[in-house]
């Protein structure tokens, strides 16, 4: 831009002082000529600098997943390709499910065996209630007999012996009456034992075969977002397990961040909302507009490492690192394809100086045809 301005003033120097001769070209008229672009092209430069910053260093960032099973096994299958689209929710690959499909089905039988055994200490309580019921009853009647038996035999007209025999028959029924409260109250203790309304050996069984029939889901892994899989290298018939450290693909989500980086100097007037426009060296001759969503306000540089020995800056002054400025790209570009990686050059237009933020905008959009020329020799 800058040259094309140059070449207009120049075209405009030969009209006046060459070809019509409107003033003389003389040492003064040289010197104001010289001088006179100079101090423009200067105060324009430093102008735009600071109300249109522009950047050589634009960035998109995708997120990235290091998908891990939450399970062991043999993979079996692997429906997916690299390097393809692949949508929210399709299977990504799948776990031979055999083993936890078995522990699902021998908690299932657990399951059902608890609850037959529940039922049946209810009916064993029922009955010992029951049972306990006849023993008072019968305990009751064998207290009367003893006392009858007692004022017969004070009178002279009983049989001592039917007077022991009615005794023993109150001894054995007690005994009698205290093992069907024992176990009345064992069971009673049993069926107490609860958790949300579950007999606790039963509920302990339903919490296990939960988590089995959740590792059995997780034997079908799912693209957790619209993506790709990069670098894929896993095939079928590989074991993977649930180990952090080794994740088996690296998905690449398509949400992006787009990054400009500024010098810490070049930020004193941008705001979030200001105008912006990037472009991309991955696609030659587009203009991508968006608005300056925030700045973000830290860097490497700010932060100390946690150690015990004193921070030290080496052995020469570390160059004062840049902030990044994150641009919400506009709607209209919500179909383009960003490729993670891919660098271009940006510009913010700030409230301040709105005239000359045209000159900003042809330098980044002359810039931008230039990216279509491919400068090597081979």
Same mark, same amino acid.
């Given at each position: 831009?800058?040259?094309?301005?140059?070449?207009?003033?120049?075209?405009?120097?030969?009209?006046?002082?060459?070809?019509?001769?409107?003033?003389?070209?003389?040492?003064?008229?040289?010197?104001?000529?010289?001088?006179?672009?100079?101090?423009?092209?200067?105060?324009?430069?430093?102008?735009?600098?600071?109300?249109?910053?522009?950047?050589?260093?634009?960035?998109?960032?995708?997120?990235?997943?290091?998908?891990?099973?939450?399970?062991?096994?043999?993979?079996?299958?692997?429906?997916?390709?690299?390097?393809?689209?692949?949508?929210?929710?399709?299977?990504?690959?799948?776990?031979?499910?055999?083993?936890?499909?078995?522990? %699902?089905?021998? +908690?299932? =039988? !657990? /399951? #059902?065996?608890?609850?037959? @055994?529940?039922?049946?200490? *209810?009916?064993? &309580?029922? $009955?010992?209630?029951?049972?306990?019921?006849?023993?008072?009853?019968?305990?009751?009647?064998?207290?009367?007999?003893?006392?009858?038996?007692?004022?017969?035999?004070?009178?002279?007209?009983?049989?001592?012996?039917?007077?022991?025999?009615?005794?023993?028959? %109150?001894?054995? +029924?007690? =005994? !009698? /009456? #205290?093992?069907?409260?024992? @176990?009345?109250?064992?069971? *009673?203790?049993? &069926?107490? $034992?609860?958790?949300?309304?579950?007999?606790?050996?039963?509920?302990?069984?339903?919490?296990?075969?939960?988590?089995?029939?959740?590792?059995?889901?997780?034997?079908?892994?799912?693209?957790?977002?619209?993506?790709?899989?990069?670098?894929?290298?896993?095939? %079928?018939?590989?074991?993977? =397990?649930?180990?952090?450290?080794?994740?088996?693909?690296?998905?690449?989500?398509?949400?992006?961040?787009?990054?400009?980086?500024?010098?810490?100097?070049?930020?004193?007037?941008?705001?979030?909302?200001?105008?912006?426009?990037?472009?991309?060296?991955?696609?030659?001759?587009?203009?991508?507009?968006?608005?300056?969503?925030?700045?973000?306000?830290?860097?490497?540089?700010?932060?100390?490492?946690? =150690?015990?020995?004193?921070?030290?800056?080496?052995?020469?002054?570390?160059?004062?690192?840049?902030?990044?400025?994150?641009?919400?790209?506009?709607?209209?570009?919500?179909?383009?394809?960003?490729?993670?990686?891919?660098?271009?050059?940006?510009?913010?237009?700030?409230?301040?100086?709105?005239?000359?933020?045209?000159?900003?905008?042809?330098?980044?959009?002359?810039?931008?045809?230039?990216?279509?020329?491919?400068?090597?020799?081979?």
């Amino acid at each position: 831009m800058e040259a094309i301005l140059l070449g207009i003033y120049a075209f405009f120097v030969w009209l006046i002082f060459f070809k019509f001769k409107l003033l003389p070209w003389n040492t003064i008229s040289m010197v104001i000529v010289i001088t006179i672009p100079v101090v423009a092209l200067t105060m324009l430069v430093l102008l735009l600098n600071i109300f249109a910053p522009s950047t050589a260093d634009v960035r998109v960032f995708k997120y990235v997943v290091n998908i891990v099973p939450q399970v062991r096994g043999r993979v079996i299958e692997v429906p997916i390709e690299p390097n393809k689209l692949i949508k929210r929710g399709d299977v990504l690959f799948k776990i031979d499910p055999t083993p936890y499909q078995l522990q %699902v089905k021998a +908690l299932e =039988a !657990q /399951l #059902a065996n608890a609850e037959g @055994g529940t039922r049946k200490m *209810r009916e064993e &309580l029922t $009955a010992a209630t029951s049972k306990s019921g006849a023993v008072r009853a019968q305990l009751e009647l064998a207290r009367r007999r003893v006392e009858q038996n007692r004022q017969l035999v004070a009178t002279g007209a009983g049989d001592r012996f039917a007077l022991e025999q009615a005794q023993a028959n %109150v001894a054995e +029924l007690q =005994a !009698q /009456l #205290a093992a069907s409260i024992a @176990g009345e109250a064992q069971v *009673r203790a049993t &069926l107490s $034992a609860t958790v949300d309304d579950d007999q606790a050996e039963i509920a302990q069984i339903k919490a296990q075969l939960e988590n089995s029939r959740w590792e059995l889901l997780q034997t079908t892994i799912i693209a957790p977002s619209d993506g790709y899989a990069i670098n894929l290298q896993l095939r %079928v018939g590989s074991m993977t =397990a649930a180990f952090p450290v080794t994740p088996v693909m690296t998905f690449v989500e398509n949400e992006y961040q787009v990054i400009a980086l500024y010098q810490q100097n070049e930020l004193h007037q941008v705001a979030p909302g200001d105008e912006a426009e990037f472009t991309l060296k991955t696609r030659p001759g587009t203009i991508f507009k968006a608005k300056v969503e925030s700045i973000i306000w830290a860097q490497g540089q700010g932060q100390l490492a946690n =150690a015990t020995q004193l921070p030290t800056t080496g052995m020469a002054p570390i160059p004062p690192g840049r902030f990044g400025v994150r641009l919400d790209v506009d709607s209209r570009h919500q179909d383009e394809f960003f490729a993670a990686g891919a660098m271009g050059e940006g510009a913010i237009y700030t409230q301040h100086l709105a005239l000359i933020h045209i000159i900003r905008k042809i330098i980044l959009r002359v810039g931008s045809k230039l990216d279509v020329l491919i400068l090597k020799l081979h």
